[in-house]
Structures are given as structure tokens and as C-alpha cells.
């Protein structure tokens, strides 16, 4: 008998950020409610990155504070991307569809 396991569509990289009430979880999820894949480590990065231009801008223009401006909470991680949308990380942990209100 010869046992069949799914197998990921394909590797990549998803932004998370931490919460206090639901943990490691991703920052964005896309117009279907599922998790904003990055095909390089390095593009996540500079999506990163890019947020963080814009809220020094902010508070260079009056409109956040400075430590609010400063504060980079997100982090990369590599994921495996699965046939229907969701994704897995190394520790096992699946994120798939997000209900929005």
C-alpha cells in the first residue's frame, strides 16, 4: 500500500508580525483573504523596508511619532505555499484563509 502526501505548490516568503492575542501570525493577507506571498526573501525585505521609509516620512511631517516611526515589528519568514492558498511554516504552524469583517 503505497501512502500519497500532498506536496507544497512552491516555497517563498510571507511577512508576520506578532500580536499579543493571536501570536505569530501574517502581516497582509490579499483581496481573497489569504496570506501576501514574496517570491525572494530580499523583496519581502524591501517591502519592509519601503513601510518603514514612508512612517519616517510620516514623522517627519508631524503626522507619527518618533518612536511610532522607528518601530519595525515585522519580520520575514519562508513558507511552503500549498494548492489552495495557505502556507505553512518550518515549526509546522498553517496560516490559510482570513475572514474579513
Known amino acids: 500500500m503505497m501512502l500519497v502526501t500532498a506536496e507544497p505548490v512552491r516555497s517563498g516568503y510571507c511577512i508576520f508580525l506578532n500580536t499579543v492575542c493571536e501570536g505569530i501570525v501574517p502581516a497582509w493577507s490579499d483581496e481573497r483573504g489569504l496570506p501576501v506571498i514574496y517570491e525572494t526573501e530580499v523583496e519581502a ?20 511619532l518618533f518612536g511610532d516611526a522607528m518601530t519595525v515589528e515585522d519580520f520575514v519568514l519562508a513558507v511552503d505555499v500549498w494548492p489552495d492558498g495557505s ?5 509546522g504552524t498553517v496560516y490559510g484563509k482570513q475572514l474579513r469583517n
Do not use: V
Open 45 to 64: 525585505q524591501k517591502e519592509i523596508a519601503e513601510l518603514t521609509i514612508a512612517r519616517l516620512q510620516e514623522f517627519l511631517e508631524g503626522e507619527r
Open 87 to 91: 502556507i505553512s511554516t518550518e515549526d
